[in-house]
């Protein structure tokens, strides 16, 4: 931000008072017409104001924005989060963060943005990721630990999400195998870790995290709509997006350490406590194919194991998962 | 390379005679500083010429290249190496075909380098990649499988080069877990997987493989003289690395249809009769720290498994070995 004066400090500063177009522009050393343009350019970045002739502009609603600075103040975290990049817009906060990591950031090190023009689902799908509406954020991770483990870190990572939003907004999501977020069988949130690795040993993973935070019913193109929903509609009122990102890295965090310490044992009853796959008869589309049966357990590193119909017992380690009846 | 007819077109065409700056300069239509020029600058590529007075020049000696179309003509493979780029220089293979493949060049794409001003190891480390001197290369492979079985790809892959590296050339290099190749404890090539994840699915992996062919022993800076060696030295005569770089992509993909349609059994089985490190008492340091004992076999998954003094099994998934006694 510039040091001038800006329309938008005096507005801001003026939140009650209306402000004539005469005084703005003789307190801000520009034309009525830079005025009125200037105007025009906050409402379209969500601005709103009151306009009445012969008394002039007052603001009387911004859009909510995730204040880095705020977050910060919000984190109760030792290294999660506490390096921040904020961005108005991005491509992909997944990039932006595997740049960063390439560029040796730190663990710990969160790129959030208000809006993704590209933004990653699996398998190349897109990830719909509308301005001001969402959380749409990738956090660098540098776990000392082989490659062979990372499908437990991809649910250690699902699990510190539903514990987050649970906890923050009461909406009861669970977790599908191995980490989507779901309430009454919608999508609220996906996650989807990528990881860089020299054979065994890996070099660094992003963790990106979409959580549809306040999105409403007609935010959603068409598609979407039968297997979409938010935390707005599910909670019936607007979520603090700063209080949900500080508490998900909060829990990443604790899991993080939780797991480092005593092994995957601990994360995978958690995992198990809030999946809404196990004890139901599903089919996992493999890239070995269709796999159908009852959704067991987890097994120690991490994969579902599957009872098929003649009694087997397959662990199922990647693959989407269909909830059968 | 450009249609007009170059100094080194016309020398090659005449390798017995002496060609004068005089003729030379007239055929070429440049002058005789630009002849002479031009012979400075191949002799820097090396090229070795014999210049008499009054007789002019004849080219007695060039180095040796890999001959992208004559590689074509000897490759017997469904499509590893087919698709091939080989580079004067490159900072570092692994780079160019890990861009290759973001831009979506098929499985079995090869990038050959004459020289590597980057060349990678493991760990960061740099990988010693001078010109002409050895085989420098990187495959992008798209293994329809999870993240979950890399590390047996990472075996596979050194059974592969061990293969080739025995057919073609008679050295009987074996395998140090897990996937050095060693000539009498010392090192004569290296290989190095990256891969690229989406949770557990693999959107491509790079087998960088670095073999010490032509190098001979003064070529080495002194650090590496004690624990390095190559082709050259231990059979005694130059290799052809066309024929090398061929056996490998016949032998790899061989192997990898073998363990797509079997599994791993058969792979492991190859392993474990090309190691160097099964059956001895080794020291391996993981990022949990040393882990010491007897090196027993390859589990299911590609862990080593080591059996400690108080005969515990413990499965290594990662780390550096080092042979004791």
Tied chains: 1, 2.
């Excluded at 709103?48 to 603001?59: D, L, Q, S, T, W």
């Excluded at 799908?125 to 509308?130: E, L």
């Excluded at 357990?297 to 269909?322: C, M, N, W, Y």
Aim: glycine share 8%; aromatic share 6%.
């Amino acid at each position: 931000m510039s040091e001038k004066l800006t329309l938008l400090d005096l507005l801001l500063a003026n939140p009650q008072k209306f402000l004539s177009g005469e005084e703005i522009s003789r307190r801000l050393s520009v034309s009525r017409t830079a005025v009125w343009k200037q105007i025009n350019k906050l409402r379209e970045a969500g601005y709103e104001f009151e306009a009445v002739p012969n008394k002039g502009y007052r603001i009387v609603n911004q859009p909510e924005r995730i204040d880095p600075s705020a977050l910060k103040k919000t984190l109760k975290t030792k290294t999660f989060g506490l390096k921040l990049d904020v961005l108005e817009t991005s491509v992909s906060t997944q990039e932006e963060a595997r740049e960063l990591a390439e560029a040796g950031a730190p663990e710990g090190t969160l790129v959030v943005a208000e809006e993704q023009t590209g933004g990653k689902g699996r398998m190349g799908r897109k990830w719909f990721s509308p301005k001001g509406k969402g959380i749409w954020m990738s956090l660098v991770l540098k776990p000392a630990q082989p490659l062979h483990y990372m499908p437990q870190l991809t649910l250690l990572t699902g699990v510190a999400v539903c514990r987050a939003v649970r906890r923050v907004t009461g909406v009861m999501a669970g977790l599908k195998w191995p980490n989507d977020l779901l309430v009454d069988g919608r999508k609220i949130c996906g996650i989807l870790l990528e990881s860089a690795a020299e054979d065994e040993y890996v070099r660094y993973c992003i963790a990106g995290i979409g959580i549809s935070a306040n999105l409403d019913a007609e935010d959603y193109p068409d598609e979407l709509k039968p297997v979409a929903t938010s935390l707005k509609i599910e909670a019936g009122e607007a979520i603090d997006r700063v209080q949900l990102i500080a508490a998900v890295m909060e829990e990443f965090e604790a899991l993080y350490d939780l797991y480092r310490q005593e092994g995957f044992a601990p994360i995978a009853l958690l995992w198990e406590a809030l999946s809404v796959t196990l004890g139901k008869q599903v089919t996992v589309y493999t890239a070995a194919g269709p796999v159908t049966g009852h959704a067991k357990k987890l097994d120690h590193s991490g994969a579902l194991t599957i009872v098929t119909e003649d009694g087997r017992e397959l662990p199922v380690f990647s693959g989407d998962v269909e909830l059968r009846r």
